[in-house]
């Protein structure tokens, strides 16, 4: 039987164990200078002789305290310091979730990103909490959230169901962006059945005139069953790769897969997904086993 002086020596014990992982998780992790995860590759349909380096941004989430613009500015240079030939954002830049810290404005934010540089320049997507956080989208779903307008204004290249052409040494590829597909899920929208997104894969992929590989970007992962393989390679973020894991099991994952897509470089029947963990943390600021990174893809 457990004495009662026994009985609060664990207790003290428990509590300490507690206290030094919530300090790990939210002092080392979560604001923790992100690693750098390369992957190198060949996807299937891709050009012989096309090499390219693509470095990844995603879920930066921005917010007084934990994701300062000064951090945040430093994440930039990092990225432009490895050589890629496009750095691709993936979405999420501001913080819809106001127990996590205070919103940053948007216009500073993409003042901020518009250090980045790039040859074939700088590409993004928005996420769920570009959206969710846009009250001009929240009023009035036919406008741009406001982040979009600012990344506009900051000569960020954005595309919500679009896709360009762009060339490396005279080989063309083409690179495509989804539109969110959570953009819905706090308002139900006249017109529409479903609170979904304002994704659109068919009319995206119907921008694309020719046979040159195609790279889609699409901030939820969980779109990945769905793209053709036309699509040589699809790049997503949002899941935080889990945020929190424990022993494997990540009680927060944000997926309808689960852990399927939580994060790294996925083949499924031969077709290839990427998955970055991301930078920033939502609801809490505490990364458990989901170091925030910075992705490059060597590709070819």
Same mark, same amino acid.
């Not at 960020?156 to 959570?182: C, H, M, T, V, Y």
């Not at 059945?193 to 195609?214: F, H, S, W």
């Not at 939820?220 to 894991?245: A, C, I, K, M």
């Not at 970055?276 to 989901?290: K, V």
């Given at each position: 039987?457990?004495?009662?002086?026994?009985?609060?020596?664990?207790?003290?014990?428990?509590?300490?164990?507690?206290?030094?992982?919530?300090?790990?998780?939210?002092?080392?992790?979560?604001?923790?200078?992100?690693?750098? /995860?390369?992957?190198?590759?060949?996807? @299937?349909? $891709?050009?012989? %002789? &096309?090499?390219?380096? #693509?470095?990844?941004?995603?879920?930066?989430?921005?917010?007084?305290?934990?994701?300062?613009?000064?951090?945040?500015?430093?994440?930039?240079?990092?990225?432009?310091?490895?050589?890629?030939?496009?750095?691709?954002?993936?979405?999420?830049?501001?913080?819809?979730?106001?127990?996590?810290?205070?919103?940053?404005?948007?216009?500073?934010?993409?003042?901020?990103?518009?250090?980045?540089?790039?040859?074939?320049?700088?590409?993004?997507?928005?996420?769920?909490?570009?959206?969710?956080?846009?009250?001009?989208?929240?009023?009035?779903?036919?406008?741009?959230?406001?982040?979009?307008?600012?990344?506009?204004?900051?000569?960020?290249?954005?595309?919500?169901?679009?896709?360009? /052409?762009?060339?490396?040494?005279?080989? @063309?590829? $083409?690179?495509? %962006? &989804?539109?969110?597909? #959570?953009?819905?899920?706090?308002?139900?929208?006249?017109?529409?059945?479903?609170?979904?997104?304002?994704?659109?894969?068919?009319?995206?992929?119907?921008?694309?005139?020719?046979?040159?590989?195609?790279?889609?970007?699409?901030?939820?992962?969980?779109?990945?069953?769905?793209?053709?393989?036309?699509?040589?390679?699809?790049?997503?973020?949002?899941?935080?790769?889990?945020?929190?894991?424990?022993?494997?099991?990540?009680?927060?994952?944000?997926?309808?897969?689960?852990?399927?897509?939580?994060?790294?470089?996925?083949?499924?029947?031969?077709?290839?997904?990427?998955?970055?963990?991301?930078?920033?943390?939502?609801?809490?600021?505490?990364?458990?086993?989901?170091?925030?990174?910075?992705?490059?893809?060597?590709?070819?």
């Amino acid at each position: 039987m457990i004495t009662r002086r026994g009985f609060f020596k664990l207790a003290a014990t428990a509590f300490a164990s507690a206290a030094a992982l919530l300090g790990y998780g939210t002092v080392a992790e979560a604001m923790g200078t992100p690693r750098i /995860r390369t992957y190198t590759f060949t996807p @299937p349909g $891709w050009t012989t %002789g &096309l090499k390219l380096r #693509l470095v990844l941004l995603s879920d930066i989430h921005t917010t007084k305290r934990w994701m300062e613009l000064d951090r945040v500015a430093g994440i930039c240079d990092t990225a432009n310091s490895l050589g890629g030939d496009m750095i691709l954002l993936l979405g999420d830049y501001v913080n819809a979730m106001p127990k996590l810290g205070v919103p940053l404005p948007e216009d500073d934010i993409a003042a901020c990103l518009s250090r980045l540089s790039a040859p074939l320049g700088i590409h993004a997507i928005l996420g769920n909490h570009d959206y969710w956080q846009s009250w001009n989208f929240a009023s009035d779903p036919r406008l741009m959230p406001k982040i979009g307008h600012a990344f506009e204004k900051a000569g960020i290249s954005l595309l919500i169901n679009d896709a360009r /052409r762009l060339e490396k040494d005279g080989r @063309p590829f $083409w690179l495509a %962006g &989804l539109g969110d597909q #959570l953009a819905f899920i706090f308002q139900h929208t006249p017109g529409r059945k479903t609170r979904g997104g304002v994704d659109d894969l068919p009319a995206t992929l119907e921008k694309i005139v020719d046979d040159a590989p195609v790279i889609l970007m699409a901030h939820e992962p969980d779109v990945f069953p769905d793209v053709p393989d036309r699509v040589s390679l699809t790049l997503s973020g949002h899941t935080h790769g889990g945020q929190v894991n424990i022993f494997g099991w990540s009680p927060a994952m944000n997926s309808r897969f689960g852990t399927r897509y939580r994060g790294g470089h996925i083949v499924e029947n031969g077709r290839h997904l990427v998955v970055s963990r991301g930078l920033g943390c939502t609801e809490i600021p505490f990364r458990l086993g989901a170091w925030p990174e910075i992705v490059v893809l060597d590709i070819g």
